[in-house]
């Protein structure tokens, strides 16, 4: 049975930091690439940032110089730190695993960002 579980989202205030973990169980998971997506209320979900089975990364110009990804194969796990949060980064964040025509997803973690 595939899953994804994320952890650690929470609330925070504007210009702090916050770290995401997506662990993943039931796949090939060095084979996967792997993402985090958002989506705020009354939005579309968007692409935050991607990492590949090869460790490129990718990331949505929101969030350059201030969101890392990162993946750990061993760990079956891929994180997210988020530095210098604004108010509009509020959102649900979800883990997203791909390959081929294959996607899952997770539950997602809220993140809330006011003072």
């Known amino acids: 049975q595939v899953q994804f579980v994320e952890s650690g989202g929470g609330l925070v205030q504007p210009g702090g930091s916050l770290g995401l973990s997506c662990a993943a169980s039931?796949?090939?998971?060095?084979?996967?690439?792997m993402a985090w997506y958002r989506q705020a209320p009354g939005k579309q979900r968007e692409l935050v940032a991607v990492i590949t089975s090869g460790y490129s990364t990718n990331y949505a110009d929101s969030v350059k110089d201030r969101f890392t990804i990162s993946r750990d194969n061993a760990k079956n796990t891929i994180y997210l730190q988020m530095n210098s949060l604004r108010p509009e980064d509020t959102a649900v964040y979800y883990c997203?695993?791909?390959?081929?025509?294959?996607?899952?997803w997770g539950q997602g973690t809220q993140v809330t960002v006011s003072s």
């Open positions: 997203n695993g791909a390959i081929g025509s294959l996607g899952y």
């Open positions: 039931g796949i090939i998971f060095r084979l996967y690439t």
